[in-house]
């Protein structure tokens, strides 16, 4: 058979007539993009999952399980998000390939419900000298256009340009990472995506600033660096283009919403309600 293309998310929700889920089974021992994209469907469910419930600091937890009649499990949210990691790693554990997502799967996956990221940002400003390549260019798989539609539906902006005239020259990718470089033949942006939330330990020196109406963090220079993360993703940016392509650049991604934003105390509102909704499904 061909790759698994539209049948991704069917061959993830168990979904597949039987004979076609064998197929798909065979094929992934062979395909790599095929076992990504799988990898990568199976991140997006998860980061659905726990998009329904956010993290509640262990204080809260632990006041609110002080309550006299809240019959709430008094236990962290980072075991019990681990219980269910293993119970689901277990679960995929079918198959050989199976088996190897499940592994290549478990080690990004998070510890305490994110994962925090510290984009290695030496090596990104060294593969845009042209000194080397990051190692996601080195040994991920290449992104076709095909391949690059789908992860953008799925989640992981693939453009074919950003701010206008800089258009999409190599993609790469590997299990967690998603490297694209764009250009014009003047000014270059390389551009990163990682699953999880930036570390702060990671942007000690870079300045906060507001880009596009966004607040991210910088390293002005040759090249300038940008980054943030938004809806599960961490983003760098790498380039030596002006500040009016890097705006436009940024208006072209998720971004985060700046903390002046008058939307957001409704946001904090809709946390909390969301928040309450899990303690009710906890009792
Ligand atoms: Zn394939």
Redesign the pocket.
């Known amino acids: 058979m061909?790759?698994?293309d539209d049948d991704v998310a069917a061959y993830v929700d168990g979904q597949l007539p039987e004979s076609a889920a064998l197929a798909a089974r065979r094929?992934l021992e062979v395909?790599e993009?095929?076992r990504w994209a799988v990898a990568q469907q199976e991140a997006l469910k998860e980061r659905m999952r726990q998009a329904g419930g956010p993290a509640v600091p262990h204080t809260l937890m632990a006041s609110l399980a002080q309550l006299p009649d809240a019959r709430i499990e008094h236990e962290p949210w980072s075991s019990r998000l681990r219980r269910s990691r293993t119970a689901r790693v277990s679960v995929g554990v079918l198959g050989s390939c199976v088996a190897l997502l499940a592994v290549a799967f478990a080690l990004g996956a998070p510890d305490d419900g994110v994962d925090e990221v510290s984009p290695p940002f030496e090596a990104y400003v060294a593969a845009f000298a042209g000194a080397s390549a990051t190692p996601v260019l080195a040994t991920g798989s290449p992104i076709d256009d095909v391949q690059a539609e789908r992860l953008t539906a799925e989640g992981w902006p693939c453009h074919h340009t950003l701010a206008g005239d800089l258009r999409r020259e190599h993609g790469s990718q590997d299990a967690s990472t998603v490297a694209l470089s764009y250009g014009n033949g003047t000014h270059r942006l390389d551009l990163y995506e990682q699953q999880g939330a930036l570390s702060e330990a990671a942007v000690r020196g870079f300045t906060r600033t507001t880009v596009a109406g966004s607040p991210v963090w910088m390293s002005a220079g040759r090249p300038t660096i940008l980054t943030w993360d938004a809806d599960g993703l961490v983003y760098t940016v790498v380039t030596d283009a002006g500040t009016d392509r890097i705006g436009r650049t940024l208006a072209e991604l998720p971004t985060p919403v700046a903390t002046d934003d008058p939307s957001v105390p409704e946001r904090v509102g809709d946390g909390f309600a969301r928040m309450a909704g899990w303690l009710s499904d906890a009792a």
């Open positions: 061909g790759h698994l094929h395909c993009p095929c």
